[in-house]
């Protein structure tokens, strides 16, 4: 089931629902370098600033394009509030990600634990 699960999702987040919040101005969203074309890809996502640091627990883990992407060049930007800020993205392994995801937003919160298989936790180190 959950590799059916992680088919039906991304196809759904990657044809449907990225491109339309993609659109919408004040969607945080994580730019990494594709790994294999070099171009900037960009994530529509939840997650939470906290000082420094942007939090996020990808739901799909290391299948996740966007967290492959961050393995290859963990240089990255995120939109937060209409803002740019560059990056580092750190994968978390060893972070308790369902106690992560009950500290970030409620909504984007239970669609992870709801859709996802393989919980990763990622803090992005903001430079700007």
Known sequence: MSDRRFRITT??????????????????????????????RRTPLGGKRVGDSFWLVSEFGTRSQYVRNIQADPRVRVRIGGRWHHGTAHLLPDDDPVARLRTLPKGNSAAVKMLGTQLLTIRVDLTD
């Not at 969607?27 to 594709?34: A, N, S, V, Y």
């Open 11 to 40: 196809a759904l987040q990657r044809h449907v629902a990225n491109p339309l919040t993609r659109l919408l101005p004040f969607q945080t969203l994580l730019e990494t370098t594709g790994r294999v074309s070099g171009r900037p």
